[in-house]
Structure formats: C-alpha cells, structure tokens
C-alpha cells in the first residue's frame, strides 16, 4: 500500500508563497504520475499541477505560470511551489498518484490520496 503525506500548508497573505511536499512512502514517481488536486467549499475537486514519470508537467489555466510541481527522486517526494497566491487558491490540497498512464489533471484515474494539507491565503 502507497501512503503519501502532504506538508507545508499555511496561512499566508495574497501575493504570498507556500512550498507544498508530499512524501512517497515507496518510491513510485519513476513509473507514475504525480498529482496536485485541491478542494474549496462549495466547489469541485479541482486538478491542479501533475507530473509523470518523464518529469513532463501540466498545469490548470487558474494556476499556470504562479505554481510549479517537481520532484525529488532521491528523497521520495514531490513538491508544489505556489507563488503570487490569491485569495481564490484557499483550499485543502491533496497529493495523489496514478498507475495509469497519462492521467494529467484527472483525478479519476488516480489510484492513492494523501490526507491533506490546509492553504488559506487573506486579502
């Protein structure tokens, strides 16, 4: 069974940074595909930045340019950096994995889920 652990949520205000980790219990990064996805009251679980095993990144239009999604193959974890952060990003953010191939921003066809980690970011 794959745990992934998320870390480094906060509170910040807008215009604000957060560096967000997820922590691969086993290293699967090399042979799947990584997810950001978020959830906001009232609001569908929304895909946010994923990554597969070639490093190649897809980001949503509402975060492209702002956030970035890399990985750590030596220390088993993955990243999110969130930069320029708007009111509109407040949302628990979940990593997750997928064993398929080329799930991108589908959270369908992710396979393992972390339990969260809480960005609140204030006018």
């Known amino acids: 069974q794959v745990h992934l652990v998320e870390s480094g949520g906060g509170s910040v205000q807008a215009g604000g940074s957060l560096r967000l980790s997820c922590a691969v219990s086993e290293y699967i990064a090399d042979k799947t595909c990584m997810g950001w996805f978020r959830e906001s009251t009232g609001k569908e679980r929304e895909g946010v930045a994923s990554?597969?095993?070639?490093?190649?990144?897809s980001y949503a239009s509402s975060v492209k340019g702002r956030f970035t999604i890399s990985k750590d193959n030596a220390k088993n974890t993955v990243y999110l950096q969130m930069n320029s952060l708007k009111p509109e990003d407040t949302a628990m953010y979940y990593c997750a994995a997928s064993l398929w191939i080329g799930p991108g921003l589908n959270g369908r066809q992710y396979n393992y889920w972390g339990q969260g980690t809480q960005v609140a970011v204030s006018s």
């Open positions: 990554i597969d095993s070639d490093g190649d990144s």
